[in-house]
């Protein structure tokens, strides 16, 4: 994975990555390429959690991520998917550390949550930047934003911000908020705070979310899929299409077929032979 100090150790192919994700752009440490790769990365691989729903904590070796989401027709979570970028960004000579959230969607506090989503700090321009492809949803980035209160930033026609919240730590807790066409507010993604986190502390988080019967990823499907245009999402069996109007459409799916055919066609995964996905 990677080091927090000098980025990435182990040895990555390159090539076969930007391949899969068809930057044909610079390989410079440099804001562009950060902004480049990260928003490829985004519109090219899939979120899913089939590894999770199947028993199985997936590894975060770069060669494994390599075998299963560059060469493979696979996704991954947030541990597979930023782990995966920070090995590239770091054989792209760029400064990476990892950060750790609390999911805000859904949670009646931060404090209800524990640190479960995983991010990257790169250092790029001078300055911290947030770089984040795990997190799947319509409010998630699509490009790295600079770690800078006070402003609003547009990242490929969504738009973000991070606000302070009030807690009873040592260090700020910042919030990263996305605008909501549909409710016409802002609306909080996840908490955290910027101290750095390593591989060791996301090898046990990845564990605990990928194997407690407890984990939503442990008890159904989750597949997205950003692509321009639109989102889509299934959770379980509801198929749920989202336009950058707002506009939601939803259907069911109803047999098992249907769904490994959605999943093949319109997420471009490759279900594991005997994984059901709609339990």
Not at 17 to 44: C, F, M, N, P, Q
Not at 66 to 90: D, I
Request: glycine share 10%; with cysteine.
């Amino acid at each position: 994975m990677f080091d927090t100090e000098t980025g990435t150790t182990a040895p990555f192919d390159l090539d076969a990555y930007l391949k899969r994700i068809g930057w044909e752009g610079d390989r410079r440490a440099d804001l562009a390429t950060l902004r480049g790769v990260h928003l490829a990365h985004s519109l090219s691989l899939p979120f899913e959690n089939l590894d999770p729903l199947s028993g199985t904590a997936p590894s975060l070796a770069p060669a494994d991520l390599t075998q299963k989401m560059v060469h493979g027709r696979r996704g991954g979570y947030c541990y597979e998917h930023n782990s995966l970028l920070a090995a590239a960004l770091g054989a792209l000579g760029f400064r990476v550390s990892g950060l750790a959230g609390r999911v805000l969607v859904g949670a009646v506090s931060p404090e209800s949550r524990p640190r479960t989503h995983m991010m990257l700090r790169v250092e790029a321009a001078g300055g911290p930047y947030l770089a984040d492809v795990g997190f799947g949803g319509t409010g998630a980035l699509l490009e790295p934003v600079p770690l800078v209160r006070g402003e609003e930033f547009e990242d490929a026609g969504r738009r973000h911000r991070f606000t302070r919240l009030p807690h009873e730590g040592p260090l700020e807790l910042w919030a990263l908020e996305a605008y909501d066409r549909r409710a016409a507010d802002w609306a909080g993604q996840y908490a955290f705070t910027r101290e750095p986190f390593t591989a060791a502390d996301f090898e046990v988080f990845n564990w605990h979310v990928a194997t407690n019967p407890r984990s939503p990823f442990t008890r159904r499907a989750f597949l997205q899929r950003t692509v321009p245009g639109r989102h889509l999402l299934l959770d379980g069996g509801r198929l749920t299409e989202t336009r950058p109007d707002g506009t939601v459409t939803e259907r069911t799916l109803s047999t098992e077929a249907q769904a490994r055919r959605v999943a093949e066609e319109e997420f471009r995964i490759t279900v594991p032979e005997g994984l059901r996905l709609l339990g």
